[in-house]
């Protein structure tokens, strides 16, 4: 006669499965201490570009746009307006001098400013874009001198 032994109960499947609640805590810990590092980061970069595209317009396309102009020209422009729309005074204007004919603005969306004669170029013009902080003669400005 065999004796029957007794079948152990079987944990349900539901039990073995799955996360603990310790280790989504320390997945979300570690994503946590991930995203402060690298989102300074990235912040740094995108306004180090836009400080970067604005020497570039400045040292670039207007400068090389105002050079045209005062060589068709013999003078230099009174305003940047009259790189788009020729003056009386200018009757070799071969302009407009950007395409498409609109003034560019810096990558914080405001114009870049002009002057003529500069104040820190008094024999020529000083152009500058007043930078992330919107006023004009702080240490963030971007200028041509």
């Not at 009386?88 to 609109?102: E, L, M, V």
């Not at 013009?125 to 200028?143: F, H, V, W």
């Amino acid at each position: 006669m065999k004796i029957p032994i007794p079948s152990r109960p079987q944990s349900s499947r539901s039990s073995q499965s799955g996360f603990t609640l310790t280790e989504i805590m320390l997945v979300v810990v570690i994503i946590g201490i991930l995203a402060a590092l690298v989102i300074p980061k990235i912040a740094g970069s995108s306004e180090r570009a836009r400080v970067t595209a604005a020497e570039a317009d400045i040292k670039g396309g207007i400068k090389s746009a105002i050079g045209q102009y005062e060589v068709d020209n013999g003078f230099y422009p009174k305003s940047l307006q009259d790189l788009i729309v020729q003056p009386p005074n200018a009757r070799n204007w071969h302009g407009p001098y950007f395409d498409p004919p609109k003034l560019p603005v810096d990558p914080w969306g405001n114009p870049y400013v002009y002057y003529f004669p500069g104040k820190h170029n008094p024999t020529s013009y000083d152009l500058l874009s007043i930078g992330p902080d919107q006023r004009e003669g702080t240490e963030d400005d971007i200028g041509n001198w």
